[in-house]
């Protein structure tokens, strides 16, 4: 039952992907402009996640999520529903900071068989036009225990500095931590370079234990 | 045959005036529309244009908009006779992404006929 259910939602979100990519436009934070849709990936070899979140207020959206865990088994992943919330907005003349909560109920076949799981995620990040920090802890978890955390720290810089609408370029680096309950897990640093243009963001990495990471955002 | 190019020219010219102008043709400085300069604190990447432009562009009152990042204005061009009151510019550009109105850095008013 709970894996029937688990390939209906994948079928869901796959539909939703490529339903929402098939515009020219797609979003990065967990929130955004009052009814906008946010399309975020995360790949690797080892994992993967999907998000979409449609923003109702600024400072509240909803979200769904899907993780795919190759590094696992190729059966591993989860799926979640989130509320997303702005808990706290700093508006500077140079810069703006964020601090975000997202959190809720989905399924997990990270541990092997289907269980009722939840996610969490606590975001700070801080940027002007020049730079860029960027601070994350995410727990999967079920009523035992946790299944996988991720803490991501990023920090970036623009050597050039370009009007609304040109091309924006950013070198980043990103120190990335997983830890699995039940795997094997691993702590890596990417240089990523990320392109930016209007409402789309594409970044391309290579971390040093050799794995190549795609990353992208689009808010429509 | 002078005549003849004139009276083109006369012609296109008043075809030119009567048309209606596309959405956007028309700059936020263009002495033709009520346009308004506001001062936002926060707005620092193209995802911030975005939202506040596809904000903004969905009110009746506005025609064009133009944000600058580098001096944290949006310059906002209205529609022929209408306008945004100073409260609800506010609250527009809190909805569109949770910035901060700085208040009104200039204002282009349409010229008064009369003068």
């Known amino acids: 039952m709970m894996a029937s259910t688990l390939i209906t939602t994948k079928i869901f979100f796959l539909i939703l992907l490529v339903g929402f990519t098939s515009f020219d436009d797609a979003q990065a934070h967990p929130t955004s402009y009052e009814g906008s849709v946010g399309i975020m990936g995360r790949h690797s070899p080892g994992l993967n996640h999907v998000q979409i979140n449609y923003s109702w207020r600024y400072w509240a959206a909803s979200g769904l999520h899907y993780f795919k865990a190759p590094e696992i088994s190729s059966e591993s992943d989860a799926a979640y529903v989130s509320a997303n919330f702005l808990l706290r907005r700093w508006n500077t003349k140079k810069l703006q900071a964020n601090l975000y909560f997202a959190g809720g109920p989905g399924l997990s076949r990270l541990q092997g068989k289907s269980k009722n799981s939840g996610m969490g995620l606590v975001q700070f990040d801080i940027e002007d036009r020049r730079l860029y920090f960027l601070a994350k802890h995410q727990i999967l978890f079920n009523k035992d225990d946790y299944e996988l955390q991720l803490g991501t720290i990023r920090f970036g810089i623009a050597p050039y500095v370009a009007p609304a609408g040109d091309i924006h370029t950013w070198l980043i680096a990103e120190y990335s931590a997983k830890n699995y309950r039940h795997h094997r897990g691993n702590e890596d640093v990417t240089t990523l370079l990320r392109f930016f243009y209007k409402n789309m963001l594409f970044e391309i990495g290579q971390s040093f234990k050799g794995e190549t990471k795609f990353n992208y955002i689009t808010h429509i | 045959m002078k005549i003849f190019f004139l009276i083109l020219i006369t012609s296109l010219s008043w075809a030119s005036f009567g048309s209606t102008p ?11 529309v009520e346009s308004v300069s506001i001062k936002v604190h926060g707005m620092v990447c193209d995802f911030c244009a975005q939202g506040v432009t596809k904000h903004f562009m969905k009110q009746k009152e506005v025609h064009s908009v133009k944000v600058d990042l580098d001096t944290m204005t949006i310059n906002l061009a209205y529609n022929p006779g209408q306008s945004l009151t100073e409260k609800q510019l506010e609250k527009m550009v809190k909805k569109s992404g949770g910035y901060d109105y700085k208040g009104v850095v200039s204002k282009l ?4 006929k009369a003068l």
């Open chain 2, 109 to 112: 008013q349409k010229k008064d």
């Open chain 2, 22 to 32: 596309a959405k956007n043709s028309i700059k936020a400085d263009s002495p033709d």
